[in-house]
């Protein structure tokens, strides 16, 4: 295999994958508002890598555990779309809430080739974790 080739394992081939695209790709965070160009009653960030498939920010841990110990909060990540990932405190809404509105969005604003996940996930104290999955038929 490559990983006999090379002399490494999965986890130092994934540590290296992982820092490449951070240098490649990097993390941008902005506020919906700026990049809709309206104003929001959520306090909704957009996480992206600024590139195609650039949801792979939400990889990021580390960058991720940055912000929440920024806000000082735990928070949603909805997979809009292969390109961000929605990112909201969950004081401002419950994982229901946030549920139905990744449900909404991937059937009313996502094209299909466009879907990345029907999951809901949410980054704690604990990591990157998957909060609830979708039923698909």
Not at 11 to 26: G, H, S, V
Not at 47 to 60: E, I, K, Q
Not at 74 to 83: A, I, V
Request: hydrophobic share 40%; glycine share 2%; with cysteine.
């Amino acid at each position: 295999s490559l990983l006999d080739m090379w002399n490494i394992s999965l986890q130092e081939l994934d540590r290296i994958a992982t820092e490449n695209m951070k240098k490649m790709f990097p993390a941008k965070m902005a506020p919906l508002d700026t990049i809709l160009s309206s104003e929001s009653s959520l306090p909704v960030l957009v996480l992206t890598a600024g590139d195609a498939f650039s949801a792979a920010a939400g990889l990021y841990e580390d960058q991720l555990e940055k912000y929440r110990e920024k806000v000082q909060e735990d928070f949603y990540l909805l997979p809009s779309s292969k390109y961000e990932f929605l990112v909201i405190p969950k004081s401002v809404m419950n994982e229901e809430e946030a549920f139905e509105m990744l449900q909404h969005g991937n059937e009313h604003a996502v094209e299909k080739e466009d879907l990345l996940s029907r999951n809901l996930y949410a980054f704690t104290e604990k990591g990157f974790v998957c909060c609830r999955m979708a039923n698909v038929h």
